[in-house]
């Protein structure tokens, strides 16, 4: 199956629907689909590849569509984060959602550096290494997903968001030394924002005899109506959790492991100094 056929047979639901109302609301203006694309700076073939599901409209074509033929309606605008979210990994779409809304995050991540926390450098070399192998445009697709999630440190109302990110994770080099660099760089800017908390669990916890971490990695989530959820992930599964006594297990546990890590101070010290080895 070509390309093209694929993305026409597993679009979306919003991606369907746009196409629907970008067809319709385009030929309501009279407008060919040349025509169109001249006016928004695509080529005729770009729209007929949005209208037909064969490619799915990009971030910026939304807003200059809704700009163009939106008729005011703010549909476009309104698809904007839905055609995003099916952007995403299918096992990760909820979580997404409940991310972008969340009140508190709190976070510990074992093996790589936590995505929200990503550049985009280190995000596509870890995407480009994983398995299935990627084409390069679904490889983009995804980077931009995973980038547009940093929006959460910018949002009103503030969300809190903890790390706590276990040692190995910052050790394990990803795409080169300067990517490494890089990405600890960002970790720390991030780290010194006010409503935002790093730490890193060290690896020598283990030898004073607790390690409560070992069972892997996990995400607390506050939501807007101050439901306490839990998240993990595992081999592209997931599973999120509402139970109220398994979700007060998990942050019982993840109380344990906060305090088995180094401080903030601690561990953003520690950062800094690897970035600064990442020569």
């Known amino acids: 199956m070509s390309k093209t056929a694929k993305n026409k047979a597993t679009a979306g639901g919003a991606t369907r629907l746009v196409s629907h109302l970008a067809r319709a609301l385009r030929e309501r203006a009279r407008l060919t689909q040349t025509e169109l694309g001249r006016r928004i700076g695509y080529t005729g073939s770009a729209i007929s590849a949005m209208e037909t599901c064969a490619q799915p409209p990009s971030d910026e074509m939304l807003v200059m569509l809704e700009q163009e ?6 549909v476009f605008e309104l698809a904007r984060e839905c055609v995003r979210l099916e952007k ?13 809304q969340a009140l508190m995050l709190c976070m510990f991540e074992t093996h790589v550096i936590n995505g929200l926390f990503q550049t985009a450098a280190y995000a596509r070399a870890m995407i480009e290494g994983g398995f299935p192998v990627l ?13 547009a999630r940093a929006a959460l440190f910018e949002r009103e109302p503030v969300a809190l968001i903890e790390l706590i990110l276990d040692e190995s994770a910052l050790h394990r080099a990803v795409g080169s030394r300067s990517i490494m660099r890089d990405q600890c760089r960002h970790l720390a800017e991030l780290a010194q924002r006010r409503n935002v908390t790093v730490q890193v669990l ?5 030898l004073t005899g607790e390690h409560a971490g070992a069972r892997g990695g996990m995400t607390l989530i506050e939501t807007p109506k101050h439901d306490r959820l839990a998240y993990m992930e595992m081999q ?3 599973l999120t959790i509402s139970d109220r006594t398994k979700v ?3 942050s019982q546990r993840y ?7 180094l401080g903030p101070r601690e561990s953003l ?3 800094e100094r690897l970035a600064g080895e990442q020569q």
Do not use: W
């Open 135 to 147: 084409s390069d445009e679904r490889v983009e697709e995804l980077v931009a997903g995973r980038m």
């Open 202 to 206: 060290p690896l020598d916890c283990g």
């Open 69 to 74: 033929i939106g008729c005011g309606l703010g």
């Open 248 to 250: 007060t297990l998990y």
């Open 236 to 238: 592209d599964e997931s």
């Open 269 to 271: 010290g520690l950062i």
């Open 255 to 261: 109380a344990r492991i906060r305090a088995q890590a």
């Open 88 to 100: 995403f990994p299918l096992h990760f779409q909820d979580f997404a959602v409940l991310e972008r």
